[in-house]
């Protein structure tokens, strides 16, 4: 059984940048694509982007000048940087992996537990 | 990117039957069969329920279907119980080969 478990600071401060890491345990990171998605509190859900085990990444075009998603296949990890933010991203944050038979990533089928990360001075 | 139309709220009661609908374009919904759904409990991870518009995941129950037509994908729940009431995302693959979930519906089972 996949498992998926986000790491990192729970407080950034506004105009910095946030970084979260995302161990896979229970299966091979490679094959596969690996996404980050949020959710403010009370709200609903945002994909941010994706990164498939050789590097390849896509990401939300409402935040593409700020991400950077990477992968240490190594292990097992991939990591998430979002840079210059603000009170509103503050949110629960989940990896997830994204899977599909047509080997584009079509569904969203393992999430982690999430971790909320809160911007804040 | 926009994110697909949900009705915010949808209830019934116990035994019953609810639909919740999932709007999009012809770049995401419309475009591909590749529409699925999660069901979010409070304070935890969304659960995948259906993949490729109709297709459940092991271990999911056979109450739950999904169906498309055009822009607009389903979600059928059949013989609501207590346990369904939860948040409920759709989701989408797009032209761009990005992601795009829905904006969330609240089901409550009265």
């Known amino acids: 059984q996949v498992q998926l478990q986000e790491s990192g600071p729970g407080l950034v401060k506004p105009s910095e940048t946030l970084s979260l890491t995302c161990t896979v345990s229970g299966g091979s990171i490679s094959n596969y694509y690996w996404s980050w998605i949020r959710q403010p509190p009370g709200k609903g859900l945002e994909w941010i982007g994706y990164i498939y085990y050789s590097e390849s990444t896509n990401y939300n075009p409402s935040l593409k000048s700020r991400v950077t998603i990477s992968v240490d296949t190594s292990k097992n990890q991939f990591s998430l940087k979002l840079s210059s933010v603000t009170a509103a991203e503050t949110a629960v944050y989940y990896c997830?992996?994204?899977?599909?038979?047509?080997?584009?990533?079509?569904?969203?089928?393992?999430w982690g537990r999430g971790t909320l990360v809160t911007v804040s001075s | 990117q926009s994110a697909l139309t949900q009705p915010a709220s949808v209830s019934g009661s116990p035994g019953q039957s609810i639909t919740i609908s999932c709007t999009g374009t012809s770049s995401d919904v419309g475009g591909y069969n590749y529409v699925s759904w999660y069901q979010q409990h409070p304070g935890k991870a969304p659960k995948l329920m259906i993949y490729?518009?109709?297709q459940r995941p092991s271990g999911v129950s056979n109450r739950f279907s999904g169906s498309k037509s055009g822009n607009t994908a389903s979600l059928t729940i059949s013989g609501l119980q207590a346990e369904d009431e939860a948040d409920y995302y759709c989701g989408s693959y797009t032209s761009s080969s990005t992601y795009v979930f829905g904006t969330g519906t609240k089901v409550t089972v009265l």
């Open positions: 997830a992996r994204n899977w599909g038979a047509s080997g584009n990533p079509t569904r969203v089928d393992y």
């Open positions: 490729d518009v109709s």
